[in-house]
């Protein structure tokens, strides 16, 4: 068993500790947003008693205190995916915004007819629908790397399918319907040696894993802050200095100028030249305590001990008659999507939630997994290091109970 | 109390509905048909009328759903059949009613006061109402399923 003392961990998260109709709380739904331990809420709370004002602007005191704890969390996020310096995190709103940024600012400028964009099936929308939109306003094509029964990203063709038209390979690190963890370091290095930039998408992945770019050597890594324990609306992009330095501005406004004329518009430098109008400066401040917080844990410990949740639960789950795991890949991060037979996830999650055990029912904004498996939604659960093992054994009973019903 | 909740949605009469649901089948003569689709959750059906004059001499459906979106759409056919079109619209807005807390007439109703239960589940509603809204405008629409502007 891992060294985490769970107990004390669940202490920090007061919302865990509460009843859904007489049952305790056992919530399961961390892939869809994670919950946020007091010091989180406590950072955001702290910043608007007593350090509220606009950064980058005023000389007086509050102002540089927010400031210099804006820049404080951007030093942070910059030390948690190993980044080389502050000057390649934009903050952004979240995963979503990160990629939208990157379509617009660096993929559309280059970006001409029959040029191809290479994702794969196992994306989330968000990683799905930015490229789409950009490969339908020049007429070049999305290209899908496809996947497997397991859930795995299927290689067998992959060298093919990059090629001297791909313009940019956009992939998840891991697939937040099927937990499958890709091997986005060996795709990323042979997109590399054809010169294709890469985006790994990290929404799924930072909670569970350290991020470190140095290691991975993508050109940009986006993550959402709400998903690893911070505030909702924040979220970051990494990219390389020397390619961020290149790219347009993504909006216009505030913060991202050097100066203003109606003839000419000099921009900020980086990162400031991504981030226009007033920054949401108190989820930045959450996000860098989310990232102390999940230090003080340790990443490495929390993974293992989440991964004893997964190992514990796939067990007790796949014992179970009349039920089909989705996503059986060795290679996963703690979400467990499954059917079970004869009903449909969404009867699934209200017999669930009458228990208190919160999941996810649907499609998971990952529609093509669905239809690659015949299915119209899953039920998901998927676990955080403040899970126990006795939620485990609530979600097999919320199952039983479930089967029982429409026996 | 959650078991005694759950049964108030998931009743007898909904489970076999969903089990082996009626009139669960494509029409070949219909003259009015439409596609719904709820794209929070991928349920989707079609529904197909057969309107004689004014009277509904048939009505089906085929789709995907969850136990109360495929009863509600069974319960819709069967109570449905050989109405008249104002009839029907009666039904649909006693339906409506109940989904949404008003006052309902019972005899009008009938057995679909099965799915009043559904209300207590306000995440569910939809469920329980896409059918009736699909079948609203199948009424509305050719047998292309192209909703007309009349």
Redesign the interface.
């Known amino acids: 068993m891992s060294g985490l003392d769970i107990q004390a961990i669940r202490k920090d998260f007061p919302i865990l500790d509460q009843e859904i109709?007489?049952?305790p709380l056992a919530y399961l739904d961390n892939a869809a947003t994670s919950q946020k331990p007091v010091q989180v809420i406590d950072a955001v709370a702290d910043y608007y008693r007593e350090d509220n004002a606009n950064v980058h602007r005023g000389v007086h005191r509050l102002s540089q205190r927010a400031t210099d704890a804006y820049e404080g969390a951007r030093s942070k996020v910059r030390d948690f995916v190993s980044a080389q310096s502050d000057k390649e995190i934009v903050f952004v709103r979240g995963a979503t915004e990160a990629i939208n940024l990157v379509a617009h600012s660096f993929v559309r400028p280059m970006l001409h007819a029959g040029d191809e964009i290479l994702i794969s099936h196992m994306e989330h929308h968000a990683n799905i629908v930015p490229w789409q939109m950009l490969c339908d306003q020049v007429g070049a094509k999305l290209v899908v790397i496809p996947m497997t029964e397991k859930g795995e990203l299927d290689l067998t063709t992959f060298d093919d399918l990059l090629t001297s038209k791909t313009k940019i390979m956009a992939v998840g690190q891991v697939s937040n319907a099927l937990g499958t963890i890709n091997p986005v370091k060996m795709m990323t290095e042979k997109a590399h040696a054809k010169g294709i930039p890469v985006l790994i998408d990290g929404a799924q992945a930072v909670p569970h894993m350290p991020a470190d770019v140095q290691d991975l050597d993508c050109d940009f890594y986006v993550f959402s802050g709400h998903k690893m324990f911070a505030p909702t609306g924040i979220g970051a992009l990494y990219g390389k200095q020397a390619i961020l330095e290149e790219m347009v501005p993504w909006q216009g406004g505030g913060d991202m100028i050097l100066s203003v004329s109606f003839e000419k518009t000099l921009y900020n430098e980086l990162p400031y030249k991504f981030e226009a109008g007033t920054p949401n400066i108190s989820g930045a401040i959450g996000l860098g305590a989310a990232i102390d917080y999940m230090q003080s844990v340790g990443i490495a410990e929390l993974a293992a001990y989440e991964h004893e949740l997964l190992m514990y639960a796939t067990a007790q789950v796949g014992g179970l008659e009349g039920l089909r795991i989705i996503g059986t890949s060795d290679q996963k991060a703690s979400v467990l999507s499954f059917m079970i037979d004869g009903?449909?996830?969404?009867?699934v999650g209200?017999?669930f939630d009458?228990?208190g055990v919160a999941i996810r029912?649907?499609?998971h904004c990952a529609?093509p997994v669905?239809q690659f498996f015949g299915i119209?939604?899953t039920a998901r659960a998927s676990f955080a290091f403040y899970n126990t093992m006795d939620e485990v054994d609530a979600l097999v009973g919320a199952i039983q109970k479930v089967q029982e019903?429409?026996a | 109390?959650?078991g005694a909740?759950?049964r108030d949605?998931?009743q007898q009469v909904i489970?076999d509905h969903n089990k082996k649901p009626r009139n669960f089948r494509d029409m070949a003569d219909a003259n009015h048909l439409a596609h719904g689709n709820n794209p929070?959750?991928?349920?989707?059906l079609v529904v197909y009328v057969k309107l004689n004059g004014d009277v509904i001499e048939d009505v089906s459906f085929q789709g995907?759903?969850?136990?109360?979106?495929?009863a509600s759409a069974s319960l819709m056919t069967e109570a449905l059949k050989g109405k008249t079109v104002a009839e029907a619209d009666a039904i649909y807005q006693q339906m409506h009613e109940q989904m949404t807390g008003g006052e309902v007439d019972m005899a009008t109703l009938g057995k679909l006061e099965v799915l009043g239960g559904v209300r207590e589940?306000p995440?569910?509603v939809k469920?329980a109402t896409l059918s009736w809204h699909t079948m609203h405008s199948a009424m509305e629409s050719d047998a292309d399923g192209q909703v007309t502007t009349e």
């Open positions: 109709y007489g049952f009903v449909h996830p969404h009867d209200t017999i009458q228990q029912t649907g499609h529609q669905m119209p939604a019903l429409f | 109390m959650s909740d759950l949605l998931y489970m929070l959750c991928g349920d989707t995907s759903g969850c136990a109360i979106s495929v589940f995440a569910r469920c």
